[in-house]
Protein backbone atom coordinates (compact mmCIF):
# COMPACT_ATOMS: atom_id res chain seq x y z
CA UNK A 1 0.00 0.00 0.00
CA UNK A 2 1.23 3.79 -0.87
CA UNK A 3 0.22 6.80 -0.21
CA UNK A 4 0.86 10.71 -2.23
CA UNK A 5 0.99 12.96 0.88
CA UNK A 6 1.55 17.05 0.12
CA UNK A 7 3.79 18.74 2.99
CA UNK A 8 5.47 21.78 2.83
CA UNK A 9 5.11 22.23 -0.87
CA UNK A 10 5.96 19.20 -2.01
CA UNK A 11 4.41 16.05 -2.65
CA UNK A 12 5.97 12.87 -1.41
CA UNK A 13 4.86 9.02 -2.38
CA UNK A 14 5.24 7.01 0.81
CA UNK A 15 4.78 3.28 2.10
CA UNK A 16 4.44 2.46 5.63
CA UNK A 17 7.83 1.85 7.10
CA UNK A 18 9.50 5.09 4.88
CA UNK A 19 12.10 6.95 6.63
CA UNK A 20 11.75 11.11 5.25
CA UNK A 21 13.20 13.93 4.85
CA UNK A 22 10.75 17.06 4.65
CA UNK A 23 10.68 20.55 5.36
CA UNK A 24 10.89 21.05 8.84
CA UNK A 25 7.93 21.16 10.83
CA UNK A 26 7.56 22.66 14.86
CA UNK A 27 7.73 19.14 16.47
CA UNK A 28 9.92 17.40 18.74
CA UNK A 29 11.73 14.39 18.27
CA UNK A 30 9.28 11.40 18.87
CA UNK A 31 6.02 13.00 18.41
CA UNK A 32 3.39 11.59 16.61
CA UNK A 33 2.04 13.83 13.17
CA UNK A 34 -0.65 13.42 11.34
CA UNK A 35 -0.75 14.48 7.54
CA UNK A 36 -4.11 15.46 6.75
CA UNK A 37 -3.22 16.00 2.94
CA UNK A 38 -3.23 12.67 1.34
CA UNK A 39 -3.71 12.87 -2.39
CA UNK A 40 -3.83 9.19 -3.21
CA UNK A 41 -3.84 5.79 -1.50
CA UNK A 42 -3.19 3.08 -3.88
CA UNK A 43 -2.99 -0.38 -3.21
CA UNK A 44 -2.63 -3.16 -5.91
CA UNK A 45 -4.80 -2.29 -8.88
CA UNK A 46 -6.72 -0.27 -6.40
CA UNK A 47 -6.47 3.62 -6.83
CA UNK A 48 -8.24 6.33 -4.43
CA UNK A 49 -7.61 9.66 -5.84
CA UNK A 50 -8.36 12.53 -3.90
CA UNK A 51 -10.23 15.98 -5.23
CA UNK A 52 -7.95 17.81 -3.91
CA UNK A 53 -7.32 15.84 -1.27
CA UNK A 54 -9.08 12.25 0.26
CA UNK A 55 -10.69 11.93 3.86
CA UNK A 56 -7.92 9.98 5.43
CA UNK A 57 -4.44 10.32 7.13
CA UNK A 58 -1.18 9.04 7.17
CA UNK A 59 0.55 9.49 10.03
CA UNK A 60 4.22 9.59 11.13
CA UNK A 61 6.97 9.65 13.83
CA UNK A 62 9.21 12.33 13.44
CA UNK A 63 12.87 10.66 14.41
CA UNK A 64 14.92 14.08 14.21
CA UNK A 65 15.63 17.64 12.97
CA UNK A 66 18.48 18.72 11.59
CA UNK A 67 20.33 20.43 9.08
CA UNK A 68 21.03 19.39 5.43
CA UNK A 69 24.52 19.42 3.65
CA UNK A 70 26.14 23.12 3.39
CA UNK A 71 25.22 24.96 0.15
CA UNK A 72 27.93 27.57 -0.77
CA UNK A 73 26.79 30.22 -2.20
CA UNK A 74 29.83 32.62 -4.20
CA UNK A 75 28.95 35.66 -6.24
CA UNK A 76 31.15 37.92 -7.80
CA UNK A 77 31.40 40.28 -10.36
CA UNK A 78 34.52 40.20 -12.95
CA UNK A 79 36.88 43.25 -13.00
CA UNK A 80 35.08 44.83 -10.32
CA UNK A 81 36.89 43.00 -7.25
CA UNK A 82 33.07 42.38 -5.81
CA UNK A 83 33.35 38.60 -4.29
CA UNK A 84 30.71 37.35 -1.83
CA UNK A 85 31.22 33.90 0.01
CA UNK A 86 28.26 32.94 1.81
CA UNK A 87 27.06 29.54 3.24
CA UNK A 88 23.00 27.74 3.76
CA UNK A 89 21.99 24.77 5.75
CA UNK A 90 18.39 23.57 5.04
CA UNK A 91 16.91 22.59 8.16
CA UNK A 92 14.34 19.40 7.48
CA UNK A 93 12.85 17.02 9.59
CA UNK A 94 13.14 13.10 9.39
CA UNK A 95 9.89 11.31 10.07
CA UNK A 96 9.08 7.78 9.71
CA UNK A 97 5.46 6.86 8.63
CA UNK A 98 3.85 4.66 10.79
CA UNK A 99 0.21 4.01 8.84
CA UNK A 100 -1.74 4.46 6.40
CA UNK A 101 -5.19 5.47 4.89
CA UNK A 102 -6.54 6.16 8.64
CA UNK A 103 -9.78 8.47 9.01
CA UNK A 104 -9.21 12.14 9.36
CA UNK A 105 -10.26 13.21 13.14
CA UNK A 106 -9.76 16.17 11.15
CA UNK A 107 -10.24 20.07 11.21
CA UNK A 108 -13.55 19.47 10.68
CA UNK A 109 -14.60 18.31 14.16
CA UNK A 110 -12.67 21.44 16.31
CA UNK A 111 -14.54 23.87 13.71
CA UNK A 112 -17.70 22.43 15.01
CA UNK A 113 -17.01 22.34 18.24
CA UNK A 114 -16.16 26.44 18.27
CA UNK A 115 -19.01 26.99 16.65
CA UNK A 116 -20.98 25.14 19.44
CA UNK A 117 -18.92 26.96 22.02
CA UNK A 118 -19.88 30.20 20.21
CA UNK A 119 -23.57 29.50 20.30
CA UNK A 120 -23.32 28.55 23.80
CA UNK A 121 -21.69 32.09 25.08
CA UNK A 122 -24.35 33.88 22.88
CA UNK A 123 -24.16 37.14 21.24
CA UNK A 124 -22.85 39.38 24.16
CA UNK A 125 -20.04 36.97 24.15
CA UNK A 126 -18.55 38.43 21.26
CA UNK A 127 -19.27 42.34 21.41
CA UNK A 128 -15.75 42.74 22.92
CA UNK A 129 -14.05 46.17 21.22
CA UNK A 130 -12.37 45.00 18.40
CA UNK A 131 -8.80 45.10 17.59
CA UNK A 132 -7.95 48.90 15.94
CA UNK A 133 -4.46 48.03 15.22
CA UNK A 134 -4.15 48.42 11.53
CA UNK A 135 -7.40 50.05 10.64
CA UNK A 136 -7.64 53.68 9.08
CA UNK A 137 -9.36 56.74 10.65
CA UNK A 138 -12.31 56.29 8.30
CA UNK A 139 -13.12 52.57 9.75
CA UNK A 140 -12.93 53.39 13.28
CA UNK A 141 -15.15 56.17 12.71
CA UNK A 142 -17.74 53.83 10.66
CA UNK A 143 -17.20 51.12 13.44
CA UNK A 144 -18.60 53.91 16.17
CA UNK A 145 -21.62 55.01 14.11
CA UNK A 146 -22.48 51.14 13.79
CA UNK A 147 -21.99 50.80 17.49
CA UNK A 148 -24.16 54.06 17.96
CA UNK A 149 -21.09 55.40 19.85
CA UNK A 150 -21.12 59.50 19.62
CA UNK A 151 -17.49 60.28 18.50
CA UNK A 152 -15.73 63.58 16.83
CA UNK A 153 -14.35 63.16 13.56
CA UNK A 154 -11.70 65.45 13.85
CA UNK A 155 -10.25 63.59 16.55
CA UNK A 156 -6.97 62.14 16.71
CA UNK A 157 -6.69 57.82 15.60
CA UNK A 158 -6.24 57.48 19.29
CA UNK A 159 -8.75 59.68 21.00
CA UNK A 160 -11.22 57.84 19.00
CA UNK A 161 -9.88 54.98 20.05
CA UNK A 162 -10.01 55.92 23.42
CA UNK A 163 -13.67 57.26 23.05
CA UNK A 164 -14.62 53.82 21.67
CA UNK A 165 -13.33 51.49 24.05
CA UNK A 166 -14.56 53.55 27.56
CA UNK A 167 -18.18 53.84 25.58
CA UNK A 168 -18.39 50.06 25.20
CA UNK A 169 -17.48 48.88 28.81
Known sequence: MYA????????????????????????????????????????????????????????????????????????????????????????????EIVSLGGKSSGKKAVAEKAVEKLAEDGPEANKSAPNFKGMKKAEIIEFAKKSNIEVDEKATIAVLIETITEAMK
Not at 31 to 48: C, N, P
Not at 55 to 62: E, L, N
Open 4 to 95: VIETGGKQYRVQQGDVILIEKLKAEAGAQIEFDKVLVLGEGDQISLGKPYLDSVVTGKVVENGKGEKVIVYKYKAKKDYRKKQGHRQPFTKV
